[in-house]
């Protein structure tokens, strides 16, 4: 099974800030890579998927990057409702792992 | 809207059985793989089953092969995990999740439903 680690596990930032999270796998999976946003009680919701496409609806001050083993999820400037628990994961192959998750919590 | 929405969930004693149902609206279920992706308390997300649009190819996680049986009803917008021979660390939020295109099983999850607790203990 393909491993996906992310960091930090958790990130204290304040309203406005520029925040990136970086989510690295045990191998190569080109640009098969996604990002949800789940807050607490609620199901998780698409952010990026195939590394940097926008799903419809998501702010532009999100934005996924990169290809290979590493990828990155950044947002701009961040907002109140963007405090969350972010998940990263690979759709290269079965099964579909996930990185741990990153809290993004307000300082 | 796409909606979907679980049921089912409850407490069950290890070994014992549960199926978990998945209503689908708002789009054309025959379309779509459905994936089962599940959350142990306050832990991560662990993928369990996908089928494909037709039913015809399912694929499980080693964890819950030869245990758990995913299965879909075009007719009825309905897709089902049969989960049996149930382990403590079955315990989760079980949700359902849309493939995000048509056709494909590629595991991107989009729209997820808000899930149904499972709790296995004696």
């Known amino acids: 099974d393909i491993q996906m680690t992310q960091s930090p596990s958790s990130l204290s930032a304040s309203v406005g800030d520029r925040v990136t999270i970086t989510c690295r796998a045990s191998?190569?999976?080109?640009?098969?890579l996604n990002w949800y946003q789940q807050k607490p009680g609620k199901a998780p919701k698409l952010l990026i998927y195939?590394?940097?496409s926008l799903q419809s609806g998501v702010p532009s001050r999100f934005s996924g990057s990169g290809s290979g083993a590493d990828c990155t999820l950044t947002i701009s400037s961040l907002q109140p409702e963007d405090f969350a628990t972010y998940f990263c994961q690979q759709s290269y192959s079965a099964p579909n792992t996930f990185g741990q998750g990153t809290k993004l919590e307000i300082k | 809207q796409v909606q979907l929405v679980e049921s089912g969930g409850g407490v069950v004693h290890p070994g014992r059985s549960l199926r978990l149902s998945c209503a689908a609206s708002?789009?054309?279920?025959?379309?779509?793989?459905m994936h089962w992706v599940r959350q142990a308390p306050g832990k991560g997300l662990e993928w369990v089953a996908v089928?494909?649009?037709?039913?015809?190819?399912?694929h499980y996680a080693d964890s819950v092969k030869g245990r758990f049986t995913i299965s879909r009803d075009n007719s009825k917008d309905t897709l089902y995990v049969q989960m049996s021979s149930l382990r403590p660390e079955d315990t989760a939020v079980y949700y359902c999740?849309?493939?995000?295109?048509?056709?494909?099983?590629?595991?991107?999850?989009?729209?997820w439903g808000q899930g149904t607790l499972v709790t296995v203990s004696s």
């Open positions: 195939g590394a940097s």
């Open positions: 708002g789009f054309t279920f025959s379309n779509y793989a």
């Open positions: 191998q190569n999976i080109s640009r098969h």
């Open positions: 089928i494909s649009f037709d039913g015809s190819n399912k």
């Open positions: 999740a849309r493939a995000r295109f048509r056709g494909t099983v590629a595991g991107i999850f989009d729209p």
